[in-house]
């Protein structure tokens, strides 16, 4: 089998020895991460006190911020299979399993846990008797940002696996067709399930506990090759390899590099920032309303920053997109140790998108029972995508093709991993009904 791991976390110019990673100033990010939420408190101030207190019950900012509709998914996923324990680490607890009822419709509530572009979701599903289908939604593209359907497709890969790896925690065996109508179908794949035993494995647990972390890591410690080797296990398919970037080489500060550069580029195109903006969502009332799209409650801040932004108006937050960058610059880049990147032949190449989100759901899944923080990290190959659709650009993408220096596939998916002390909310779900499009959207 071919060799599908390339990095250079063995290429020091000293020695053959890992760089030790130097010790972030802890205390500077936490008050670059209390700057980029200054505007929050700048609200609250000019509110008053009582005023605080009353906005803070009337935005739902003081209680359980997830226990809206928008976050039911999360919990009856974690009712049929137990939970992990509550500080994520890979402690060798075994899950308890819990009566669940062999289902087809079981499958779909993990498969709506997945990860997606913007948190997007752009899967719907049918079911006729043990037969499953997911398909795209395409009301759901991203539009502008995402030309190629690159991400959504990706997307569809972390949802399908996601499926698969339910359905043998409900009691369900699944026969995998894939592209069942042709590659440039929007059926995705057909699962046909038959019953089986009950297969609770540690990554269906953590189904119901993984979580996108937007917030500080600890630099200071780093991801070992032993770490990432548990990572790579994960690998399945010749459609995909894996690049690896140690913060502290030139190849990690090359990806850094590249990706503030991207994001500042992003952040300056009218068209990327107006399609980002419809996937936005502040207060607690619109987040449950429409279960979808990057929310306050998500951006990586402390819990009790959290809940300080919340009760803030949208109109005292600021340009989110600002606080985006300063995120990206002051906090997720430099705190990072280490960061990934997944290749595919092609960004045509509809296999290898999909096998690339299942991939990423895979460990994502692995890291969750590891006790590690990750985040996708895609503005690269978000810009090179608009520079493809408007016939030019060709720097954009050269530089997703030199962070690798490999011709024969590209980047397609990148992210960061480490270890934080943050323990980041849920993001919010549309539950299983919308998915099958029997509730309106």
């Known amino acids: 089998m071919a060799n599908r791991r390339f990095s250079s976390l063995d290429d020091d110019d000293d020695d053959d020895k890992p760089k030790k990673p130097v010790k972030a100033k802890r205390g500077k990010k936490r008050r670059s991460v209390l700057k980029t939420i200054g505007l929050s408190?700048?609200?609250?101030?000019?509110?008053?006190?009582?005023?605080?207190?009353?906005?803070?019950?009337?935005?739902?900012?003081?209680?359980?911020?997830?226990?809206?509709?928008?976050?039911?998914?999360?919990?009856?996923?974690?009712?049929?299979?137990?939970?992990?324990?509550?500080?994520?680490?890979?402690?060798?607890?075994k899950p308890v399993p819990r009566e669940s009822e062999a289902d087809p419709a079981g499958i779909l509530e993990a498969g709506i846990l997945a990860a997606s572009p913007h948190n997007s979701q752009p899967w719907k599903f049918t079911i006729n008797g043990n037969i499953i289908d997911l398909m795209i939604d395409q009301e759901r593209w991203l539009g502008a940002i995402d030309p190629f359907k690159r991400e959504m497709l990706?997307?569809?890969?972390?949802?399908?696996?996601?499926?698969l790896i339910g359905a043998k925690a409900i009691g369900l065996s699944p026969l995998l067709n894939m592209f069942p109508d042709g590659f440039n179908g929007d059926r995705i794949a057909r699962i046909t399930v038959y019953r089986a035993a009950q297969e609770i494995t540690p990554a269906a647990v953590a189904i119901?506990?993984?979580?996108?972390?937007r917030g500080a890591y600890r630099?200071?410690?780093?991801?070992?090759?032993?770490?990432?080797?548990k990572l790579e296990e994960e690998l399945a398919s010749e459609t995909t390899r894996m690049f690896w970037f140690d913060a502290?080489?030139?190849?990690g500060q090359n990806f850094a590099k590249a990706t503030l550069a991207a994001t500042e580029a992003f952040i300056a195109?009218?068209?990327?920032?107006?399609?980002?903006?419809?996937?936005?969502?502040?207060?607690?009332?619109?987040?449950?309303?429409?279960?979808?799209?990057?929310?306050t409650l998500n951006a990586g801040l402390s819990r009790l920053m959290t809940r300080a932004a919340l009760m803030a108006p949208k109109n005292m937050i600021g340009d989110v997109h600002q606080q985006w960058l300063k995120m990206t610059r002051e906090v997720q880049l430099p705190t990072a140790p280490m960061f990934g990147m997944i290749l595919a032949p092609s960004i045509e190449d509809r296999v290898g998108l999909v096998e690339t989100g299942r991939l990423w759901q895979r460990m994502h899944l692995k890291a969750t029972t590891l006790g590690l923080a990750m985040q996708p990290m895609n503005q690269v190959m978000e810009m090179a995508d608009a520079a493809r659709v408007r016939g030019g650009g060709g720097e954009a993408i050269e530089t997703v093709k030199k962070l690798t220096n490999f011709d024969e596939y590209t980047g397609v998916f990148a992210f960061r991993v480490g270890y934080s002390d943050v323990q980041p909310f849920p993001s919010p779900r549309r539950n299983v009904a919308l998915a099958m499009g029997v509730l309106n959207g």
């Open 248 to 251: 502290e080489k030139d190849s």
């Open 41 to 93: 408190f700048t609200g609250l101030v000019g509110i008053g006190v009582a005023g605080v207190a009353a906005r803070g019950v009337q935005t739902g900012a003081l209680g359980d911020v997830t226990a809206g509709p928008a976050f039911t998914p999360w919990r009856q996923w974690q009712g049929r299979v137990g939970t992990t324990p509550a500080d994520g680490a890979d402690s060798g607890a």
């Open 154 to 163: 990706i997307g569809m890969g972390c949802c399908l696996e996601n499926s």
């Open 208 to 213: 119901g506990s993984r979580r996108t972390n």
């Open 219 to 229: 630099r200071e410690r780093a991801v070992d090759l032993k770490t990432i080797s």
């Open 269 to 295: 195109d009218a068209e990327l920032t107006a399609s980002s903006d419809k996937w936005f969502r502040h207060d607690l009332a619109s987040t449950n309303r429409r279960a979808d799209g990057v929310a």
